[in-house]
T-cell receptor, first 113, second 114 residues
Framework: DGGITQSPKYLFRKEGQNVTLSCEQN?????MYWYRQDPGQGLRLIYY???????QKGDIAEGYSVSREKKESFPLTVTSAQKNPTAFYLC????????????FGPGTRLTVT | GEDVEQSLFLSVREGDSSVINCTYT??????LYWYKQEPGAGLQLLTY?????DMKQDQRLTVLLNKKDKHLSLRIADTQTGDSAIYFC??????????????FGKGTKLSVIP
């Protein structure tokens, strides 16, 4: 079964701690994306990667970091520098190099207290 | 800059048609998409339209594109309670790095009344 998995579904952390969200895909897609969703705000792009070992900042990259060591994996670290980390985080992937639709994972809800 | 706008709420009776509207600003958009999000879940692609088309029909879904006015709509015929969800309009634009990115609207929450 091909798809995108994100784990865990729910994540709780104390303020000041870094936390890493997992995203794995077996669709053989080159491009992967991280979005943040807040109520009434739609989706905002955090980081994206078109190819292994390369990634670009999106619109709201401050306080986040990513890595792309493998084609299948694109983990997102929410650092303590992110001022409002509580949100729903969505990972997506697509075929790179052309205008193809993005496929989304089920999301991780992060709560920081 | 890019901006995609949608109304936030729509309420319809079961069996009626739903029309969700969207406006976008980037005239260089090549594809426009409609995604559906059920509570606590990721986004599911419903349909898309290429910018040189006026209309696309797919079973109960009809997408209309007015490129001159930069207006996109999604019509759902015979709306069912299972259609209750948030619907996102998205436009595909080419970034400064030469890759395609999606810009999303804030989503329209469709409530279907039995």
């Amino acid at each position: 079964d091909g798809g995108i998995t994100q784990s865990p579904k729910y994540l709780f952390r104390k303020e000041g701690q870094n936390v890493t969200l997992s995203c794995e895909q077996n669709l053989n897609h080159d491009a992967m994306y991280w979005y943040r969703q807040d109520p009434g705000q739609g989706l905002r792009l955090i980081y994206y990667s078109q190819i292994v070992n390369d990634f670009q900042k999106g619109d709201i990259a401050e306080g986040y970091s990513v890595s792309r060591e493998k084609k299948e994996s694109f983990p997102l670290t929410v650092t303590s520098a992110q001022k409002n980390p509580t949100a729903f985080y969505l990972c997506a992937s697509s075929i790179s190099g052309a205008n193809y639709e993005q496929y989304f994972g089920p999301g991780t809800r992060l709560t920081v207290t | 800059g890019e901006d995609v706008e949608q109304s936030l709420f729509l309420s319809v009776r079961e069996g009626d048609s739903s029309v969700i509207n969207c406006t976008y600003t980037d005239s260089s958009s090549t594809y426009l998409y409609w995604y559906k999000q059920e509570p606590g879940a990721g986004l599911q692609l419903l349909t898309y339209i290429f910018s040189n088309m006026d209309m696309k029909q797919d079973q109960r879904l009809t997408v209309l594109l007015n490129k001159k006015d930069k207006h996109l709509s999604l019509r759902i015929a015979d709306t069912q309670t299972g259609d209750s969800a948030i619907y996102f309009c998205a436009e595909s634009i080419i970034s400064g790095a030469g890759s395609y990115q999606l810009t999303f609207g804030k989503g329209t929450k469709l409530s279907v009344i039995p």
